[in-house]
């Protein structure tokens, strides 16, 4: 059942600006309330950190490349950012990536591009207003454009969105046979590096209206969280890494807390103790931040976008 969301409708108005917070799943989530779908899939990106009442994402499938990719206008083929003209007009909807790349690359200019993958390939290469836009790899990689890709975005340029790359499955919480059923799907390492990334991000109380990004390694049992908080110029920002350990066996947790959630997630074959850890993980650098003064430079940001 294909659907379009508010978030598909609305293409003039920056994404940060129409507030509305389940932009791309309400009505989604209305046809799994009304029984009419039994599971939908989302971009987890999409998700917000809490759900609500009645629904979880019963499944994160493997990820796919988090990073953010830069797609050049035709004629600046075989560039990098660095090496386009100063003053160069790069399309970005997210306030993360802008932030970001303007404190990295000043000379460059950032504007507003809304639309699906198609539109904004179009806008890019069919108009001269743009000489390059960002986005996801993952979008273009699952659209097979991967050959558009002209430069990744490592995490020393832009670090990612919570969950970017990944794809969830969300259903019906009390929906035992469904659950039991894509579950098989999830992918225990994108699962505690996505649990970790959406506690930092909740307990900041982030959302498309700031600019809050991260990135996760997962080596050897160890779970390392960077996460970053931005102003909207990207001239003021806290970032901090923070490391766990998550490798837990896999104990038989049946009986009344085989269905505890973590941000939303209900994993049952996922080890438990490491998803808690992935959790603290994230509160622990988030309260981090917020100490050095994360809360201002985010209530700064709310407010310019708001007046924007």
């Not at 639309?115 to 993952?138: Q, V, Y």
């Not at 969950?163 to 499955?169: S, Y």
């Amino acid at each position: 059942v294909a659907m379009s969301t508010t978030g598909d409708k609305i293409l003039d108005t920056a994404l940060s600006k129409i507030g509305e917070k389940s932009l791309f799943t309400k009505e989604l989530e209305n046809a799994l309330e009304r029984n009419e779908v039994d599971l939908v899939v989302h971009s987890l990106k999409d998700l917000p950190t809490s759900l609500p009442p009645g629904f979880t994402i019963g499944a994160v499938c493997k990820r796919e490349n988090p990073l953010d990719a830069v797609v050049f206008h035709p004629k600046n083929c075989g560039k990098t950012l660095s090496l386009l003209p100063e003053k160069s007009v790069i399309g970005t909807s997210s306030l993360r990536r802008a932030a970001q790349l303007k404190k990295k690359f000043p000379l460059l200019e950032f504007k507003d591009i809304r639309g699906n993958l198609n539109t904004r390939l179009k806008k890019l290469d069919e108009k001269e207003d743009f000489s390059a836009i960002i986005l996801a790899a993952a979008g273009l990689k699952r659209m097979g454009w991967e050959n558009r890709i002209g430069q990744l975005l490592g995490p020393e340029d832009c670090l990612y969105a919570v969950g970017q790359g990944a794809l969830a499955v969300e259903v019906r919480a009390k929906d035992q046979e469904i659950l039991n059923m894509v579950s098989a799907l999830h992918d225990a390492d994108t699962v505690v590096c996505c649990i970790a990334e959406r506690a930092f991000m909740k307990h900041l109380e982030g959302g498309c209206s700031v600019p809050v990004a991260v990135n996760t390694l997962l080596k050897d049992g160890q779970l390392y969280l960077t996460g970053a908080v931005y102003s909207l110029d990207g001239s003021d920002s806290l970032k901090e890494t923070m490391q766990t350990g998550v490798s837990y066996p896999h104990q038989n947790e049946d009986g009344p807390n085989d269905d505890v959630q973590h941000v939303g997630i209900t994993a049952k074959n996922v080890p438990g103790q490491a998803q808690q850890a992935a959790e603290n993980l994230g509160a622990e650098l988030a309260n981090l931040l917020l100490s050095k003064g994360a809360k201002h430079i985010l209530s700064v940001a709310r407010q310019l976008n708001d007046a924007r």
